[in-house]
């Protein structure tokens, strides 16, 4: 299993950017996604989640400017962020529970990383 972050760049303050992550492999089923940020010097942190009956979890500082949705048909999540801001500025990882063959239970999985700066 594998999942491939795209969509980051170089916004302005108060642009949008929409993230995507897709899954690919031999895979059973996906339960919770879920979109992570790192700026420098900082711990990773939960920025949202959403569950596979499509309940959703924001963090406070993105709630009103940050949409997570998911597409099941496709293993992809996404993320529209509007209203950027500088403090937004990280590099932005998706993660997914995934069900797979040949690998016990549930386990989550990582994809690499998509960088998103936001600057004047």
């Known amino acids: 299993v594998q999942l491939q972050a795209s969509g980051g760049g170089l916004v302005q303050p108060g642009g949008s950017l929409r993230l995507s992550c897709a899954a690919s492999g031999s895979i059973f089923s996906i339960g919770d996604m879920g979109w992570y940020r790192q700026a420098p010097g900082k711990q990773r942190e939960l920025v949202a989640r959403?569950?596979?009956?499509?309940?959703?979890t924001y963090a406070d500082s993105v709630k009103g400017r940050f949409t997570i949705s998911r597409d099941n048909a496709k293993n992809t999540v996404y993320l529209q962020m509007n209203s950027l801001k500088p403090e937004d500025t990280a590099v932005f990882y998706c993660?997914?529970?995934?069900?797979?063959?040949?690998?016990?239970?549930?386990?989550?999985?990582w994809g690499q990383g998509t960088l998103v700066t936001v600057s004047s």
């Open positions: 959403i569950t596979s009956d499509g309940s959703t």
């Open positions: 993660n997914m529970l995934i069900l797979a063959p040949k690998v016990s239970g549930w386990n989550g999985y």
